[in-house]
């Protein structure tokens, strides 16, 4: 489609951060991509007076004429020891510093703060500071000796903050490197005087300028100072407030919440009563509201700006939002450089931000957020993060500059124009990055896997994880970040949606699909699409361009039809081998013997913030085939490592600290090692992990791209999840490739349920009994003859409901013969359910088949709750020795059957024997690859099994089997689960086989009630029910902990509340001493205006919800019960053996003594040692 003439003047992307603005012009003048503009050197040469002048403005110029290749570097090392920096050297006095981390992972709060926080532990090592660790999150990096010096596994609250610091007695603490969480505690910290009672000083930003950031109207305040404009906004704390605060400003409006994640607590009203309901809600997250006048439709884009204590300022990084404001930016696809601002807007943006940055007195990193009118030169800014955040480390992977790294540094003292760039060791971090690629970033949702949640995106932020693709075009970027998000998306695509016109209108988490949906399959313009979306129609026209080179391929319609100059322009916009398979009829790997025939193959390029113009020493890599020439040279033969990809549920944190812990013990065995990851909140997409580091797809096509160019000794597919082990036998069969290992066809057995079973049956391993079938009548059968409960796996999954646990035979019809779910082409397969079971995981790593260390822990719920989901107790209190002893017999079995070599993972379900005796085992699963939970069995068994792994994987220092279960330890580690209920508005929070948790922690304590009791309160915003307040009871009366609760709580002094009189009479007339008193409350299920009232008139501050299966409908009790729990910030306890044992460690913990408690000591204080 051609473009119009209004689209035809563009200024280059490339050069847009290095021109100083170009006279104003009464029309605005858009910026491209780096692959429609000018050449740098053609543009120098029209522009020289300009630019000459333009070199003459700073320390060190980025552009060097026409003769880029025989100008050297500016060197850092020099310069700074020339004494011409003022400050320089002048660092602050502290021997030992307390780290700040963000606990478990949650949405709004993912992993890029073990990144940030890692990097400053970095900074701190380097500068010989010794460092204090307070995270829960077992699974991160940054929670292992390498990096810090003492690590506590503690919640980040005030109380237990308190209690390291008189134990430690730091004399400097980072609160810019935890996120939300440590920011908050930080502001908790200094208005009780905490930190001047202990001689703590707080390093870079100051609390001062924290709380301007986060306290909504003194932040108003503080930008009108400088003549800053914001959106017209009124700060208020209560609900007849915010409503005259909308009158004044004017419907629609926006609210947002002061010290809150994520735009957690935000949204739109466009009434009265929309607001009643949100700003109700939003004010029992957070004290501190605030009501402004909405911009959506508005341009969204993002500055990245650095300050030193000596007032030196760089903007590092600009981003830009494919969907127009009103999309939070962490559920936004995200664009950087920005593409479709003038040179006036952009410089605009950026001299307003180091504007704020200065005035608000930031000493670190700070992000900027701005609301740019879409046809003229008027902005407001949005808010200010004055820490690193996760657009901080989406610009770190971006550009290359090392953020964090960097901002801890100026915390200690040092000033940007002393400090040498990490990365490119050539310059300053004085020197604002330049690109000439395009990144894109895409988010990735799984709403899909709670029932009842809306699927609207708005101002608080849903999604679990995020993709960076890197390309030289935006088509080639955009194609590439969407494979990243799912790897069943060919590319840009589109799919069915019942009214498309409204998905273009109200966004979803299916965005971008609506938009390719219209584009390729309705034939909307794109003057159409701007008109319903808003989307800029620069980024429209890109995607048209991918669309008609679609049409062109299916033109073609056969592979001998494909000519050679059309595979290289659909290569050049990003699409894959099997996207142009599909196109013309064809397969994969026929595509891409005819591309290498042709000699297509990708070049690779280096992420070097110079836009390779001074030469880099850089490991950073992304492909291309937007390029003639290699920039690295390829004689390593290194070993592959293939990462986890994006985070999402049930693959998160946890497989990046194997893939990061398999990489340094290859280095360590001498190996060169070459990383393969795309999500940029990841350690191990650092610049310092591997030799080679590829920020690319984790697809078939790419690896053996990289395999090839390599020419690898090897490839690493067990470390990084279920996403690397799905194309491991396509790796091996296909491409020849060495995958070290467990053999990938052994893989497949263990994969395929059927060969799983048979294998299973040789060995003598018990399992559940199960069927594969094809219609409802034969299901109908086995679940007869099995007996119920039965557990349904459609093949496909529907509406999220991928696995249920089903009790009746109306039930099992309600699944499968009203939506047609089960066919010859649909099988189900059907598994016997164990109701009590209890369930344990057994982790192990083998070689040639020989189990070389293993871990068995035990779950504290029963069999049902996903093992994602459940509470781990290590070493298993709750298992006596002959039962460890026997599923270590079990795995020895399973390792010798499948050969396995590396990392292995089993759940086991032990069930009571009807006929008494020993109980039965019953393998569930096994997985040939690491599991979530082996950072928490290494970090307590102090034993690094992935480094054995390693070592087994490559056959060189192979340790003798060692049995770590018998060695008798006097403390017990418990991991808990992080659910992001909050977030995801209308999901029912039950527990069940479909795993539905975000992140995880863990702590340590002398026994289990201590552990669980310390790891309970790490949860995210867990508030502690004090004695005498309301304790609300509902779910079903049969469920016998309901009683054991009641009687552990009433002596404490809680009032008791039942939702109906069933609740109230079994409660009273099964308590222990009969005394027990329990009040009916009204409970109006429909009204939540009115259900908000009565938690209140009842001080309801705990909600113990206990039924025996998800709810039906959405005003069925239980589930009005839970979720309200959830969105009025109460706590929930909905599982019958967490919630006993909660109740427990509430009775014997409460009321508190006094003194630091036993459970605060550091991890190498309960492990004896510093072994990881």
């Known amino acids: 489609m051609a473009l119009s003439a209004r689209f035809a003047r563009r200024t280059p992307s490339v050069l847009r951060q290095k021109c100083s603005p170009i006279s104003s012009t009464s029309t605005r003048s858009f910026v491209t991509s780096p692959r429609s503009s000018p050449s740098p050197q053609s543009l120098v040469r029209t522009q020289q007076k300009t630019w000459q002048a333009y070199q003459q403005t700073r320390q060190f110029s980025r552009a060097a004429g026409l003769r880029i290749e025989s100008q050297e570097a500016p060197n850092a090392q020099a310069y700074l020891n020339s004494g011409a920096i003022a400050g320089a050297r002048d660092l602050i006095d502290v021997k030992k510093v307390l780290v700040i981390g963000s606990g478990g992972l949650s949405i709004g709060q993912a992993g890029e703060f073990d990144y940030s926080g890692s990097q400053a532990l970095k900074a701190l090592k380097e500068a010989n500071v010794h460092s204090v660790l307070i995270n829960p999150n077992i699974a991160t990096i940054q929670t292992s000796h390498v990096l810090a010096d003492t690590v506590y596994y503690l919640p980040v609250t005030p109380e237990y903050v308190t209690y390291v610091i008189e134990k430690e007695k730091p004399d400097g603490i980072f609160l810019s490197f935890g996120g939300q969480t440590a920011l908050n505690l930080g502001v908790q910290m200094q208005r009780m005087g905490i930190f001047e009672r202990y001689g703590v000083r707080v390093l870079g930003t100051s609390v001062r300028t924290l709380e301007v950031s986060e306290d909504r109207d003194l932040f108003a305040k503080a930008l009108k100072e400088i003549d800053i404009p914001i959106a017209e906004s009124i700060a208020v704390g209560t609900v007849d407030e915010a409503l005259q605060a909308a009158e004044d400003v004017g419907y629609p409006i926006i609210v947002r ?29 957070s004290p501190q509201i605030l009501v402004e006048k909405s911009l959506k439709g508005w341009k969204e884009a993002e500055y990245e700006v650095v300050r030193d204590a000596s007032d030196n300022c760089i903007t590092v990084c600009n981003m830009e939002n494919f969907d127009p404001l009103g999309v939070h930016t962490g559920d936004s696809i995200v664009v950087s450089p920005s593409q479709t601002f003038s040179d006036e807007e952009y410089h605009m943006l950026r001299s307003a931000s180091i504007k704020i940055v200065r005035h608000l007195g930031v000493v670190g990193e700070c992000n900027v957020q701005y609301a740019l009118q879409p046809d003229g030169l008027d902005y407001r800014v949005i808010e200010v993060n004055a820490r690193l955040s996760r657009s901080s480390a989406l610009a770190s992977k971006a550009t290359g500059y090392p953020l964090a790294y960097t901002a801890a540094k100026i915390g200690l003292g040092h000033t940007l124009p002393e400090l040498p760039n990490a990365v490119t060791k050539t310059t300053t971090a004085n020197f604002e990055p330049s690109l000439d690629y395009i990144v894109t970033k895409m988010p990735r949702w799984d709403l899909a896997k709670f029932q009842n949640v809306k699927r609207d995106i708005g101002s608080s932020m849903k999604s679990v994880g995020e993709v960076m693709a890197i390309g030289r075009t935006f088509e080639e970027s955009f194609q590439k970040a969407c494979r990243q998000v799912d790897p069943k998306f060919l590319g840009f695509q589109g799919d069915e949606f019942e009214d498309l016109d409204d998905t273009l209108r109200n966004p979803t988490d299916r965005r971008w699909l609506a938009v390719g949906q219209a584009m390729f399959h309705e034939g909307y313009t794109v003057d159409h699409i701007h008109e319903l979306t808003k989307i800029d129609k620069w980024f429209l026209y890109k995607l048209q361009n991918i669309v008609d080179c679609t049409h062109e391929l299916e033109d073609v319609g056969s592979l001998f039809g494909l000519k050679k100059e059309l595979v290289m322009k ?115 997409t650092d610049f310092d992990v591997a030799d080679k580091l590829y920020f690319e797809e984790l697809s078939y096509e790419r690896v053996m791209d990289i395999y090839e160019l390599e020419t690898a000794s090897g490839v690493v597919v067990s470390v990084g999840g279920q996403l690397p082990q799905n194309i491991a036998l396509r790796l091996q069969e296909t491409g020849k490739a060495k995958v070290l290992g467990t053999d990938p066809n052994d893989i497949d057995k263990a994969e395929d349920r059927h060969k799983f079973s048979q294998i299973l049956d040789s060995i003598g391993v018990d399992q559940p009994a199960w069927k594969e079938l094809t219609s409802y009548e034969e299901a109908q059968k086995f679940a007869n003859e099995a007996g119920y409960p039965v557990l349904v796996r459609p093949s496909y999954v529907l509406s999220g409901a991928a696995m249920t646990v089903i009790h009746s035979e109306a039930q099992l ?88 070599t590396g990392p292995f993972n089993m759940q086991i379900i032990k069930a009571e024997n009807p006929e008494g005796g020993e109980s039965h085992l019953k393998v569930i699963e096994c997985n040939l690859r690491a599991s979530r939970s082996f950072p928490f069995v290494s970090k307590v068994l102090g034993t690094n099994f992935i480094d054995v792994a390693t070592k087994a994987l490559v056959g060189r220092e192979v340790p003798d089997p060692v049995d770590l279960m018998a060695l008798k330890r006097d403390f017990v580690a418990t991991k808990v689960p992080q659910f992001s209920w909050t977030r995801l508005a209308g999901a029912d929070p039950y527990l069940g086989v479909e795993m539905a948790s975000t992140g995880e922690m863990a702590c340590f304590g002398k026994d289990l009630v201590e552990a669980y009791w310390t790891s309970m309160q790490s949860s995210m915003n867990f508030r502690l029910p004090e004695p005498g307040e309301g304790l609300l009871f509902g779910g079903d009366v049969d469920k016998t902990e309901l009683v054991g609760i009641v009687d552990y709580l009433k002596p404490l002094g809680y009032k008791l509340f039942a939702a ?64 309200n729990a959830v969105d009025f910030g109460v706590p929930l306890f909905m599982e019958p053996k967490t919630a006993l044992l909660f109740a427990q460690c509430m009775s014997e913990k409460l009321p508190k003594k006094e003194g630091i408690p036993s459970e605060v000591r550091s991890w190498s204080d309960f492990t004896g040692g510093k072994s990881i």
């Not at 996903?866 to 209190?877: E, I």
């Open 257 to 285: 919440a002061a010290y809150a994640l994520g735009g957690l607590g935000s949204g739109f009203a466009n009434n009265a009563e929309e607001l009643r309901n949100l700003s109700a809600r939003s004010l029992t997250l």
């Open 570 to 684: 659909a290569k050049k916009m990003g699409f894959s081998d099997r996207q142009i398979a599909k196109a013309v009829n064809s397969s994969e790997d026929e595509v891409r013997a005819r591309r290498k025939g042709f000699g297509i193959t990708p070049f690779v390029k280096k992420i070097d913030t110079l836009a390779a113009e001074f030469p880099a020493d850089t490991n950073y890599l992304y492909t291309t085939y937007n390029a003639t020439s290699h920039d690295v040279s390829f004689d390593d033969h290194g070993v592959l490592v293939l990462g986890s990809g994006v985070y999402r549920i049930g693959s998160s944190v946890e497989f990046d600290w194997c893939a990061v812990n398999a990489t340094l013990s290859l280095n360590k065995l001498g190996k060169k090692t070459v990383m393969i990851n795309y999500n940029p909140e990841t350690y191990s």
């Open 813 to 900: 019809e309600e699944k499968l013969t009203a939506a047609s779910s089960v066919s010859p082409d649909h099988p189900v397969v059907i598994t016997k359910f164990i109701d009590g079971a209890k369930e344990i995981d057994v982790d192990a790593v083998a070689h040639n088949g020989q189990v070389l260390v293993h871990a068995v822990s035990g779950h504290i719920e029963n069999a049902g709750v996903h093992s994602g989901d459940a509470t781990l107790v290590l070493p298993p209190v709750n298992l006596d020795d002959r039962t460890v002893a026997r599923v270590k017999e079990i795995a020895d079995k399973v390792a010798e059957a499948w050969k396995i």
């Open 1060 to 1123: 109906n009189k069933e609740m109230k009479t079994h409660l009273e007339s099964s308590s222990k001493d009969g005394s027990t008193q329990v009040e009916v409350i009204e409970f109006p299920k429909e009204d939540k205006r009115a259900l908000r009232e009565v938690f209140k008139k009842y001080d309801i501050r705990g909600v113990f919800n206990l039924a025996k299966a998800r709810a039906s409908s959405l005003v069925d009790e239980d589930y009005v019960m839970r979720r």
